[in-house]
Nanobody, 122 residues
Framework: QVHLVESGGGSVQAGGSLKLSCVAS????????MGWYRQAPGKERDLVSL???????TYSDSAKGRFTISRDNAKNKLYLKMESLKTEDTAVYYC????????????????WGQGTQVTVSS
């Protein structure tokens, strides 16, 4: 059974930093692309960042230059380092595993964590 457990969320002032972690189990972690998504109150879930099984990272425009995604295949862990946080980064952040493709486009992920709350105050 696949489990994804996020941690590291919390409350921080604007301009601060947080590092989210996701520990995975129940599947072949190194063989799957991973991602971070977020959902703010009243909004849809949005992509934040992706990392391929080879370690290639991509970011949403809002995350670019402030967030860094990484993975440790030896520990089955995914990370998201977030810096220069803004109030608009407030959301529940979700870890996602095993990208699903349509052609070369990622259209979703097979597995999801329960999420961790990030609250950024002004």
């Amino acid at each position: 059974q696949v489990h994804l457990v996020e941690s590291g969320g919390g409350s921080v002032q604007a301009g601060g930093s947080l590092k989210l972690s996701c520990v995975a189990s129940g599947y072949n972690f190194p063989n799957c692309g991973m991602g971070w998504y977020r959902q703010a109150p009243g909004k849809e879930r949005d992509l934040v960042s992706l990392i391929s099984k080879q370690g290639t990272a991509t970011y949403s425009d809002s995350a670019k230059g402030r967030f860094t995604i990484s993975r440790d295949n030896a520990k089955n862990k995914l990370y998201l380092k977030m810096e220069s946080l803004k109030t608009e980064d407030t959301a529940v952040y979700y870890c996602a595993a095993c990208a699903v493709y349509s052609g070369s486009d990622i259209i979703g992920h097979e597995y999801w964590g329960q999420g961790t709350q990030v609250t950024v105050s002004s």
